[in-house]
């Protein structure tokens, strides 16, 4: 049965409307997100699941050496669905644009997950996040910063184009090398003609007799 909106003063996108039980969404609500915004900190025991609608969030964590890692960045979508079941969060988060986000108590999630239909759903969204980590796994295995950063482009891209929904640092961060070394190797296939690099987008060039 549709779920009436009528009653909610939140716009719950249409993907959340066909996920979750009824009575979740009741105790959905809107949060608009600032950039630079922390949403959570790690060591902070989880209480709200994100679901970024627009902007973007990351989650990141910070190294011995002091160095910054991004272990998830979100433009729409879940964001740190491993908390559901944790303890304490693992990491910070925080909104790299500003945007717009659903929250939904983690306790609600908790008692409808009883429920077979909503389980086999969630069970169906976390197989394709697993999918999706794979890929940012292999990536991350990749040697060297030319081969990510194609890799990159292939897998997230849409026909050969990666449009950035942040900047070129929050890029390098994502595939895991300092900024300067990723200028560097686009500046290098900019000039092999393997790249195209514009304001907010990287494009991969059409070979010649393609």
């Known amino acids: 049965m549709a779920y009436d909106l009528d009653h909610m003063s939140q716009n719950i996108p249409q993907t959340l409307l066909n996920l979750l039980p009824s009575k979740v969404l009741d105790l959905c609500k809107q949060r608009v997100l600032s950039k630079g ?6 060591g902070a025991k ?8 627009s902007g973007e969030a990351v989650l990141s964590r910070i190294s011995s050496h002091g160095e910054s890692t991004i272990l998830q960045r979100r433009k729409t979508g879940f964001l740190s669905e491993a908390s559901l079941l944790s303890e304490k969060y693992h990491c910070d988060a925080f909104a790299t644009q500003s945007g717009l986000a659903i929250t939904i108590p983690i306790q609600t999630i ?23 980590l794979r890929t940012q796994s292999e990536r991350l295995g990749l040697k060297d ?18 449009t950035l929904q942040s900047d070129f640092k ?31 987008s990287l494009q991969l060039a059409q070979k010649k007799g393609c």
């Open 46 to 53: 989880p209480e709200t699941l994100f679901y970024i609608v």
């Open 170 to 200: 929050s890029l390098a961060s994502e595939i895991g090398v300092t900024h300067e070394a990723l200028y560097r190797t686009i500046s290098a296939l900019e000039k092999d003609g393997t790249l195209i690099k514009t304001l907010n």
């Open 110 to 132: 908790h008692n409808a997950l009883k429920e077979s239909d909503f389980a086999i759903k969630w069970v169906a969204l976390l197989s394709r996040e697993i999918m999706r």
């Open 37 to 42: 915004e922390m949403l959570f900190k790690q």
């Open 145 to 162: 910063i030319k081969s990510k950063l194609l890799h990159l482009i292939e897998t997230e891209g849409t026909q050969g184009t990666l």
